[in-house]
């Protein structure tokens, strides 16, 4: 019986969100908690990876902690970002938080449809005269990295800011009946807090392979895996999830 849920991010700004929609449909109660946060490296631990940003005419962002961090790095460095610098969003969404640190202008702003990568990149390829910086997360895959060679874009990476494990209370009981989890870091986290963590009932979900696959290497049983063809978002699974388990009772 599915009853309480604990989502390890930031509870949603708007009313509404399906996780909201899921709790009321189904009696459950939804705790949002990170288990990771996100912190930004200083400007002495960038200059080590000796990056020039001024030799860059394009910066791609795939996250709005990514815009964060470079624009406070920028600052930091004293790096005065130029007015005709172009700016490469995953998504729209993504494109429109930069109207927190300059003036939102169309002409330099180029968003993807999907919020994947390989969707973004034939607009790079469109302006393949750019040279490319990407600001990255301390874990990343070369995904991005390949894309950009496979299409001899000129570009580099540089790590900008890194994840690391939101410290819980351990006081107070994990009686959660499932628990989801949003990346590798996010697993960690409950080991780093709960060493002596044991799964028994408690459902585990995932969203994305990566993190699938931490859970799996953490020797913990992985009862629901999302997106799949069937169920593309986290909420789409939850209610699946949910159902079949709560019939049962």
Do not use: W
């Amino acid at each position: 019986m599915i009853k309480k849920i604990l989502v390890s991010q930031p509870k949603p700004s708007s009313e509404k969100s399906p996780y909201f929609d899921i709790a009321e449909r189904y009696g459950v109660d939804i705790v949002f908690h990170p288990f990771i946060k996100v912190e930004g490296i200083s400007s002495r631990e960038f200059r080590q990876e000796k990056i020039s940003l001024s030799e860059h005419t394009a910066v791609v962002f795939t996250s709005r902690h990514a815009i964060d961090h470079f624009f406070q790095l920028a600052k930091e460095l004293r790096f005065v970002v130029p007015d005709d610098m172009k700016y490469f969003c995953i998504t729209e969404q993504v494109a429109l938080y930069i109207q927190k640190y300059v003036q939102y202008r169309k002409r330099k702003i180029f968003f993807g449809e999907t919020g994947r990568f390989a969707d973004l990149l034939p607009l790079m390829v469109k302006h393949k005269n750019e040279r490319y910086f990407i600001p990255m997360s301390d874990v990343h895959n070369d995904e991005i990295k390949n894309l950009l060679d496979s299409k001899k874009l000129r570009h580099t990476e540089g790590v900008m800011y890194r994840t690391v494990p939101n410290d819980l209370n351990s006081d107070e009981p994990f009686d959660f009946d499932l628990v989801v989890f949003f990346s590798p870091s996010g697993v960690q986290s409950l080991l780093k807090n709960f060493p002596d963590f044991q799964q028994g009932d408690m459902a585990i979900a995932t969203f994305g392979p990566t993190t699938a696959k931490a859970v799996k290497e953490a020797g913990l049983r992985l009862d629901l895996e999302a997106p799949t063809p069937q169920y593309p978002s986290i909420t789409s699974a939850l209610k699946a999830f949910i159902e079949e388990r709560n019939k049962k009772h």
